[in-house]
């Protein structure tokens, strides 16, 4: 079982360009999470979906959106990069929101650089 | 302001050796805690969940305590094998999952 896979794993991108994050995750969990780490700063949400066709805000979620057209995928887009959006993405799954006693599972990461 | 300060922010260690990871929070209202460790270019892994009537919980050669009512945890590593080199991130949730407050972790690093 892959878990949660999450493309590209790195990615250098001009100021203004678009891009999209791919998260895929194989466990058939409810929910999923966008979050960024930045350095000497904690794990931050960005956006999060409860289950397939619903989506919420998190802490940070100006210039980036989501979908979750089914269970399996989750992609994050930035509409227009800017340099302060430089950091590492994680997508991580949970079996369900709501009980958050539930493991939450992490992908691998995408390392952005917006230049 | 809800917030998780861990300490220290580094840590270096002789392989063998035991040490001990702080966290202090200001969340509430609280729901539970956990640590994390985050290999480098890797994503956190859970390691531990307590809840609020629970003050003790180990996994392997990790055991985390919680004090409630300071608002303190700790995470204590025994032995210590060069594979613990790796950020421990504590996490405190006030309610569903986008509710989680992270630390900024503590980088530990064990030397042979």
């Known amino acids: 079982t892959a878990g949660i896979t999450q493309a590209p794993t790195s990615q250098i991108l001009a100021a203004g360009r678009s891009m999209t994050l791919r998260c895929t995750q194989d466990m058939r969990h409810n929910a999923m999470y966008w979050y960024r780490q930045d350095l000497g700063l904690g794990l931050r949400l960005i956006h999060y979906s409860n289950t397939a066709g619903t989506t919420g805000k998190g802490e940070v979620p100006d210039g980036y959106s989501v979908s979750r057209a089914n269970t399996d995928d989750f992609p994050l887009t930035l509409a227009s990069a800017v340099p302060s959006q430089t950091s590492v993405y994680f997508c991580?799954?949970?079996?369900?929101?709501?009980?958050?006693?539930?493991?939450?599972?992490f992908g691998p990461g995408t390392r952005l650089t917006v230049l | 302001k809800n917030q998780v300060e861990q300490s220290p922010q580094s840590l270096i260690i002789l392989e063998g050796k035991n040490c001990t990871l702080q966290?202090?929070?200001?969340?509430?209202?609280?729901?539970?805690l956990r640590w994390y460790k985050q290999d480098t270019g890797r994503g956190p892994v859970s390691l531990t969940i307590m809840t609020f009537s629970e003050n003790t919980k180990s996994n392997g050669r990790y055991t985390a305590t919680l004090d409630a009512d300071t608002k303190q945890s700790s995470l204590h590593i025994t032995a210590s094998q060069l594979s613990d080199s790796a950020s421990y991130i504590c996490?405190?949730?006030?309610?569903?999952?986008?509710?989680?407050?992270f630390g900024a972790g503590t980088r530990l690093a064990v030397h042979p």
């Open positions: 991580a799954s949970s079996e369900f929101e709501g009980f958050s006693s539930d493991t939450q599972y």
């Open positions: 966290c202090n929070y200001t969340v509430s209202p609280f729901s539970n």
């Open positions: 996490v405190v949730s006030s309610g569903g999952y986008n509710k989680l407050i």
